[in-house]
């Protein structure tokens, strides 16, 4: 599986927390329902196929599949909180993290 997966929105985050019945999400409208029901039953050559063109949405059922901790981060994703530190006070950056844990940690402690 690749490890290179796209960032997953906060929304997108949500939808599928609450299509797994986990707390922090809500629903999505009836076409996006429709979808992760077909995602959640696709093979993974079909998973693949739909990654084509619903890649947060993928990378979010993967997560919530397969991640032992993908419960936890998709909640922080979708409730604005730095999936590192669990602060919400931002600023955030594409990843998830918040701007001090998504810069490079400096070997020698100065930035
Ligand atoms: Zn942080």
């Not at 409208?29 to 039953?41: I, P, Y």
């Given at each position: 599986m690749s490890t290179s997966s796209p960032t997953i929105p906060p929304?997108?985050?949500?939808?599928?927390?609450?299509?797994?019945?986990?707390?922090?999400?809500?629903?999505?409208?009836?076409?996006?329902?429709?979808?992760?029901?077909?995602?959640?039953?696709?093979?993974?050559?079909?998973?693949?196929r739909l990654a084509a063109g619903f890649p947060e949405y993928v990378a979010a059922i993967t997560a919530i599949q397969y991640d032992p901790a993908g419960v936890e981060r998709l909640q922080d994703i979708a409730a604005g909180r730095c999936t590192r530190c669990k602060q919400n006070d931002g600023p955030f950056v594409a990843s998830g993290r918040c701007e001090a844990c998504a810069r490079p940690m400096p070997l020698d402690g100065v930035a």
């Open positions: 929304d997108v985050a949500a939808h599928v927390l609450f299509h797994y019945g986990r707390e922090g999400g809500y629903q999505a409208g009836s076409f996006t329902t429709a979808l992760l029901s077909a995602m959640g039953t696709a093979d993974p050559s079909n998973l693949d």
